[in-house]
């Protein structure tokens, strides 16, 4: 069986073959990521006949849903399963005028940061272009949400680093910004990396492309190594040289994000080094709170410490605090995935708690 999703207008041109006029392809290709069709039998644009064709060895392809959770502030967790049966989360974020949507690149992580969830899953796969869209579709179409009206932004935030499996978010994000598809602003689209240097300046070679944020968390090779055993291979000087190298759009500015952890690397000295080192940079910084979970052997800092932080920083550049959301439903990257293994083989305490906040179990099938 075939998947649908994830080809591009020339790939599904080429599917459906010489035998069709040229504008069946462009049909089909609307009915997936424009209407986003949910079956077959509902692309009443292409002849019955094709439809039935198409259908006999092809699927779409969107994830399913397995669980969610809902926060009280409005936050919802997906746990979505894919076509082999792997498990992965994408998360919506509702704000007054925009929602955000947090999505996955990968199953599971190979980075292995002492301070996330996802590590400890290790690398499952890399997740297709079709499976990262998918998540967007599906998204988009569970909350009514039209990317010509509603301001729509995409993170890729999930599970997984975006930049080891480039190929595929590259194509996954040429689908979700074409105006004649998906149609969401390429303003809107975000990677967040761990810092994988030589990818970084492959990703701006690229024409269409998301914008770049940077989980760089420390300020000191040493500390940035603690916590993120792979940035031995890139130490900061490099890391941030390829930052300075980086070919901005014209409306554009990298964004740093920075966990604050408590007696990590919250210190006022931390801030200054941090108000240093990115000073030069058209840039900005996020703040996040470092959000605690069963295993991750760190806290965050009160909040006295975090506006402290804050306050140095902004002499400098745009530091923003990003407001934790659904920490009642384990927000935190890869948790809402742990819980569910963990539950699976009957783990206690807190996952009692999420498997009672679970609103909506959909069909095993
Ligand atoms: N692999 C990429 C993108 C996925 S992680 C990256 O690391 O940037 C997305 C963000 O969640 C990263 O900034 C990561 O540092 C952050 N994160 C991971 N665990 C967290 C935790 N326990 N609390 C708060 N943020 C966390
Ligand atoms: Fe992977 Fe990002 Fe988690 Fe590090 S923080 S383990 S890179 S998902």
């Known amino acids: 069986m075939g998947v649908l999703l994830g080809l591009d207008a020339g790939e599904l041109a080429a599917l459906l073959g010489q035998g069709h006029p040229g504008f069946r392809a462009q049909q089909l290709y609307e009915a997936l990521y424009r209407t986003r069709v949910t079956s077959l039998d509902e692309v009443t644009t292409l002849p019955s006949d094709l439809r039935r064709q198409l259908a006999a060895d092809h699927r779409i392809g969107l994830p399913r849903v397995e669980r969610r959770y809902d926060s009280a502030d409005g936050t919802r967790r997906y746990l979505l399963r894919l076509d082999d049966g792997r498990a992965i989360e994408a998360v919506f974020m509702p704000e007054v005028s925009r929602s955000t949507f947090c999505i996955s690149t990968q199953v599971g992580c190979p980075v ?9 899953l290790g690398l499952e796969r890399n997740l297709t272009a079709g499976e990262i869209a998918g998540q967007v579709l599906f998204l988009l179409r569970e909350h009514g949400l039209e990317p010509g009206r509603d301001r729509v932004n995409v993170v890729m935030m999930g599970q997984g680093e975006p930049l080891l499996n480039l190929e595929a978010v590259l194509k996954a994000t040429r689908l979700l910004v074409d105006p004649r ?8 689209v975000t990677l967040s990396t761990v810092g994988i240097v030589p990818k970084i300046r492959e990703l701006g070679q690229a024409a269409i492309r998301p914008k770049l944020a940077i989980s760089l968390h420390a300020t000191t090779d040493e500390v940035r190594a603690r916590l993120i055993p792979i940035a031995r291979r890139y130490p900061l000087a490099e890391l941030l040289e390829a930052c300075r190298a980086y070919p901005l759009r014209s409306w554009e500015r990298l964004t740093f994000e920075y966990l604050l952890i408590r007696g990590v690397n919250d210190s006022d000295h931390d801030a200054r080094r941090l108000a240093s080192l990115l000073g030069q940079l058209r840039a900005k910084v996020n703040l996040i709170p470092l959000n605690p979970g069963p295993g991750i052997p760190y806290q965050p800092p009160d909040p006295e410490r975090i506006l402290a932080f804050q306050a140095r920083v902004r002499r400098v550049l745009p530091c923003f605090i990003r407001k934790p959301r659904g920490q009642d439903v384990f927000a935190a990257c890869g948790q809402l995935r742990r819980m569910a293994l963990d539950e699976a083989a009957q783990a206690c305490g807190a996952i009692s708690t999420l498997a009672r906040r679970s609103v909506n179990r959909t069909m095993p099938e």
């Open 181 to 188: 598809g998906v149609g969401i602003s390429p303003r809107r």
């Open 112 to 120: 292995g940061c002492h301070f996330c969830m996802t590590a400890a």
